[in-house]
């Protein structure tokens, strides 16, 4: 793409000129129109400049290796690199809460997470008008330390359940990763708790985020937590027996449409559980004590 090509409608030569040689700072609504066209997100713009700082590229780097393998090693040792660093920026204390959430009842070394730092983060979610997505990374994370708190999960789950998704992606484009993930833990513990008014409206704004986004995957996930929803809700021995009939043939067809799904696994263990009579039908109030 040439200069004139790039910069048509957006700026005047004279003004990128400046914007190259240091003398003005680029407007945001320009950046956005740039961005347009360019076909990129403000998300790959901070992908580069963490690559560019080496620092904060390699520790996101150690961070997902020591996740997708992790031993005591290189659990602790990540540990004790990124806790003095945890107020440097909000990923660094992310981070940090994250290895203490999964990890303190394994190793020694690793702390308890600090529930009340948390509560204070989600009531300053409650305190705006929007959520970010580091709010949504924030709930998606700790949202079983979030239902710990009954008073404030619920405040939280009143606020996804009235998101407008049409203007939420034109607010902020990098929350797609984090949104589904968010509002899936959040769905989970109130069928668990067997707060099932909540549940059935939010199992509604869970299908409203997949029918604007057209996201398969989390069709199939919210087919299953609605023959879970069902499960539950039902007092008849008879028709809960029904219900894993139709689990069943859904997880056949699953299974044959899409066989390398990534949630397929924990449909399937969810079922396994509910037909060998696991599962308690009494409310399930937090997945962890505290």
């Keep these: 793409?040439?200069?004139v090509e790039l910069i048509d409608g957006i700026m005047q030569k004279s003004a990128y000129s400046k914007i190259k040689l240091g003398h003005r700072r680029l407007k945001l609504s320009e950046l956005e129109k740039f961005?347009?066209?360019?076909?990129?997100?403000?998300q790959d713009l901070e992908d580069i400049f963490a690559q560019q700082e080496s620092t904060s590229y390699e520790l996101l780097?150690?961070?997902?290796?020591?996740?997708?393998?992790?031993?005591?090693?290189?659990?602790t040792d990540f540990y004790k690199k990124i806790k003095p660093m945890r107020n440097e920026n909000v990923d660094y204390l992310r981070y940090t809460l994250m290895i203490e959430n999964h990890f303190h009842k394994h190793y020694d070394q690793i702390s308890e997470p600090d529930k009340e730092?948390?509560?204070?983060?989600?009531?300053?979610?409650?305190t705006t008008d929007y959520f970010t997505t580091v709010d949504f990374q924030f709930i998606g994370d700790f949202a079983i330390i979030l239902s710990s708190n009954k008073y404030l999960f619920f405040q939280i789950v009143?606020?996804?359940?009235?998101?407008?998704?049409?203007?939420?992606?034109?607010?902020?484009?990098?929350?797609q990763y984090y949104l589904p993930q968010a509002l899936t833990n959040i769905l989970d513990i109130l069928i668990d708790q067997h707060n099932f008014e909540k549940a059935d409206a939010?199992?509604?704004v869970y299908r409203s985020y997949i029918s604007y986004f057209n996201d398969y995957q989390y069709k199939i996930m919210a087919d299953f937590y609605e023959y879970r929803l069902r499960y539950f809700k039902s007092a008849s021995v008879i028709h809960r027996e029904q219900i894993l009939t139709e689990f069943e043939?859904?997880?056949?067809?699953?299974?044959?449409?899409?066989p390398n799904m990534?949630?397929?696994?924990?449909i399937t263990s969810s079922f396994e559980r509910l037909k060998g009579g696991k599962v308690s039908t009494e409310p399930f109030y937090f997945f962890r004590k505290f």
């Design 262 to 266: 990534n949630q397929i696994k924990q």
């Design 249 to 258: 043939e859904f997880i056949k067809i699953v299974n044959h449409l899409f």
């Design 117 to 126: 730092l948390l509560f204070d983060i989600f009531r300053d979610m409650l």
């Design 202 to 204: 939010f199992l509604k």
């Design 61 to 75: 780097k150690e961070f997902r290796e020591v996740l997708d393998s992790p031993n005591e090693i290189a659990i």
């Design 35 to 42: 961005l347009v066209r360019l076909n990129a997100r403000v």
């Design 158 to 175: 009143d606020k996804l359940s009235i998101l407008d998704f049409p203007e939420l992606y034109h607010a902020q484009k990098t929350f």
């Design 1 to 3: 793409m040439s200069q």
